[in-house]
């Protein structure tokens, strides 16, 4: 990535940043559109999230990743501190790895 597209995106990252507590007395956001963007976020970063556990360039990732990240989900849903969720998914798909499941 070039310099100046790095530029570019930092300003405009900055710029968003900034408009958030310039313009919040001036512009008012319906209730009904602040549920759909809250939920339109929601579903961003799942698919983000299945995105990169699933994926590997352009193609899949195979099945020891999706098991780990499952194993992190599912730690993670019954409240586990984060130290022993990364912990658990890393240690499932290298243990996965190690025995050959890619």
Do not use: K
């Amino acid at each position: 990535m070039s310099l100046l597209a790095i530029a570019v995106l930092a300003a405009g990252t900055l710029a968003f940043r900034l408009a958030g507590p310039l313009l919040q007395d001036r512009v008012t956001i319906p209730e009904p559109l602040r549920r759909l963007l809250s939920i339109a976020a929601v579903v961003l970063l799942i698919a983000l999230a299945c995105t990169a556990a699933l994926t590997q360039g352009y193609g899949f990732a195979g099945w020891a990743r999706p098991a780990g990240v499952l194993v992190g989900a599912v730690l993670a849903l019954r409240r586990v501190p984060l130290p022993a969720v990364v912990i658990a998914a890393a240690g499932t798909t290298a243990v996965l790895r190690l025995l050959g499941v890619e």
